[in-house]
């Protein structure tokens, strides 16, 4: 599988990996002030954005996804930054291909396994009769009793694409998505530790990194540091991009 990516900037290699329903695109900010000082990659991952469907997704696979990528562009090793899905994706990375990561950075995600949390989403999306609407307002008006939070549709909205006869469609695999939770929600692991320098970024507002977690964070990768963005959420570098870009900044 060939991942769709963006590239710019000069320099160090930089890889950034989205969170479920996201794309390359959630980086724009993040990316467009990395490139000042490094060659920067946002990679759109398997059933997002465009890159290819497949029925089949797990870390594992997602992992050897983006060292494919790294094959292809020639890269030997790149420092990695993943977001939520995108973060379990860099520490699956970390773990199976070391010699890949030169540093991690994982914004708002642990090693562990999750409850289910998304399935009133892919509920609403799944329901939506998408030919039977002439505009996007109609679908958000229509996902607003299941999904109330107006951030939350529209990003979920970006992944609306139109066909040549002006239907909507999801630019994700939807279906395939959906099939595949649970194994999103899955920890990860690994014949050993990772033991690069790795920095963990949480939202002090998000509940996805809890203070019980260091322990597994710290048994698969001893060298982290754990770093809490105060009045941020779970999005902790779309809540807070400046101080983000600096805590990163620094680390690299």
């Known amino acids: 599988m060939q991942l769709h990516f963006t590239e710019t900037g000069q320099g160090r290699a930089v890889v950034l990996l989205h969170g479920l329903f996201g794309s390359s695109d959630n980086w724009y900010t993040v990316a467009?002030?990395?490139?000042?000082?490094?060659?920067?990659?946002a990679l759109d991952q398997r059933?997002?954005?465009q890159s290819p469907h497949?029925?089949?997704?797990?870390y594992p696979m997602m992992a050897a996804d983006v060292d494919r990528f790294f094959t292809a562009r020639g890269l030997e090793r790149a420092v990695v930054i993943g977001h939520s899905m995108g973060g379990k994706t860099a520490m699956q990375l970390a773990l199976h291909y070391p010699q890949r990561v030169e540093k991690l950075v994982v914004a708002d995600m642990a090693p562990r396994a999750y409850t289910a949390s998304h399935d009133k989403i892919f509920d609403a999306l799944l329901a939506l009769d998408l030919p039977?609407?002439?505009?996007r307002p109609q679908i958000e008006t229509a996902l607003e009793?299941?999904?109330p939070n107006p951030v939350l549709r529209r990003f979920l909205l970006k992944n609306l694409g139109r066909d040549q006869a002006g239907a909507f469609f999801w630019k994700i695999n939807l279906r395939d998505l959906a099939l595949n939770y649970w194994r999103l929600r899955e920890p990860v692991a690994g014949d050993a530790p990772y033991a690069g320098p790795t920095l963990f970024i949480r939202g002090g507002n998000s509940k996805y990194v809890q203070p019980e977690?260091?322990?597994?964070?710290h048994e698969w990768f001893?060298?982290?540091r754990v770093e809490t963005i105060e009045a941020a959420g779970h999005w902790v570098h779309a809540d807070r991009p400046e101080e983000f870009l600096r805590v990163v900044l620094?680390?690299?």
């Open 132 to 135: 039977r609407f002439q505009t």
């Open 145 to 147: 009793p299941d999904i």
């Open 250 to 252: 620094g680390f690299l």
């Open 222 to 224: 001893p060298a982290a």
């Open 32 to 41: 467009q002030q990395l490139a000042e000082s490094f060659q920067v990659f």
């Open 47 to 49: 059933n997002h954005g």
């Open 213 to 217: 977690d260091e322990p597994l964070i």
């Open 54 to 58: 497949s029925e089949e997704m797990n």
